[in-house]
């Protein structure tokens, strides 16, 4: 055996052996998540049932993979009642409609000089939006036109919102975006993805929740903005993918009481929709 060849089995047992080692440890992971459990919370008594959505998507109408059809019957299949799309800067204005019987909510992700900003419940068009404007310009639009406006993912690393006097004006808050979990993971391999990637082996709802770490500076900033005035906190998905079964929307589903719905346009539809 020359020494070229002798170097070459080192290597490959080297990377066989960190292979192994990387697969028993995700499995450590995935004995305890198969035990794992997350009751649900049902309404009580007679109160109406509860309306499970998706807030914060993407479509094939900006860089997401599905179509919004496609979106009605992935949401369909994880058992949503409804998806805010959110496409970046489709400032069309579209009234909500059913789809698979899923309620298809169309927002928009506007992409300010200081961040982006999701704005949804418009019953007018966006006057004088256009991508890259300032960031309390779009706050002030989206008001104009009788819209909620929402910061988005607003202490992600790579795309904060960065402007201050505008994150004041806006009562929507993203406390949970999932896209800013899952780049947390990413760039902590070892001690956020690796367990994930191991739990979602024997439960891809744990795994799920793995990545789901809150951080202290969200809560801390949208503490501090509640102090001026309550804000309306929001679990984003920021989905880009096109979930082929259920699995990817079910476990984390934005859920609120149907009696205290707080959009005036899912109201409303979902009242006619049960009749
Ligand atoms: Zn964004
Ligand atoms: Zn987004």
Redesign the pocket.
């Known amino acids: 055996m020359n020494r070229w060849t002798w170097a070459l089995g080192k290597g490959l047992k080297a990377v066989l052996g960190l292979l192994v080692l990387i697969l028993g440890m995700a499995g450590v992971f995935a004995v305890p998540a198969s035990v794992a459990t997350y009751p649900v919370v049902l309404p009580k008594g007679d109160e109406p049932r509860w309306v499970r959505g998706a807030f914060h998507v993407h479509t094939t109408r900006s860089d997401g993979r599905g179509t919004p059809e496609q979106v009605a019957v992935a949401a369909k299949t994880a058992g949503l009642d409804f998806v805010v799309l959110t496409d ?1 800067n489709d400032f069309e204005l579209r009234p909500p409609v059913y789809v698979q019987g899923v309620l298809l909510v169309h927002g928009v ?1 506007i ?1 300010t000089s200081d ?2 900003l ?1 704005a949804l419940g418009m019953s007018r068009p966006l006057e004088g939006v256009r991508p890259w404007m300032p960031p309390g310009d779009a706050v002030r639009a989206v008001a104009s036109a009788g819209g909620t406006a929402v910061l ?2 607003p202490v ?1 690393k790579r ?1 904060p919102w960065k402007d201050d006097a505008s994150a004041r004006q806006t009562p929507g808050f993203e406390l949970y975006s999932a ?1 800013t979990f899952f780049r947390q993971a990413t760039s902590n391999p070892m001690s956020r993805l690796l367990p994930a990637v191991g739990a979602s082996l024997a439960s891809p709802k744990h795994g799920v929740m793995l990545l789901v770490s809150p951080e202290p500076e969200p809560g801390a900033r949208f503490l501090k903005l509640s102090r001026e005035q309550p804000r309306v906190a929001f679990c984003a998905h ?1 989905a880009h993918g096109l979930p082929h079964t259920g699995r990817s929307s079910s476990p984390w589903p934005h859920t609120c009481p149907r009696s205290r719905c707080r959009y005036r346009c899912l109201r409303t539809l979902l009242k006619r929709r049960s009749g």
């Open positions: 970046h992700e992409s961040g982006h999701v988005a993912h992600q795309n896209d920021d």
